[in-house]
């Protein structure tokens, strides 16, 4: 559900991936491998800066 909540929020903010990372300051590759669900258990501290960037809670990403 993170994977697709973190598309979801980042399509209605109108970022593309490599927006959002520049904005959360996190690695394009991490926003990549998140959002393809190659990293499933991201740390808290990144999940912090999307969350941030997007304008959303932590608990709105991993809410199902």
Avoid: C, H, W
């Avoid at 190659?38 to 800066?49: H, N």
């Amino acid at each position: 559900m993170l994977a697709e909540n973190i598309k979801k929020y980042r399509s209605e903010a109108g970022f593309t991936q490599e927006a959002l990372a520049r904005k959360a300051d996190v690695s394009y590759n991490t926003i990549i491998k998140i959002e393809s669900k190659g990293i499933t258990d991201p740390r808290i501290g990144t999940l912090s800066k999307i969350a941030k960037a997007l304008n959303v809670s932590i608990d709105m990403l991993v809410d199902k």
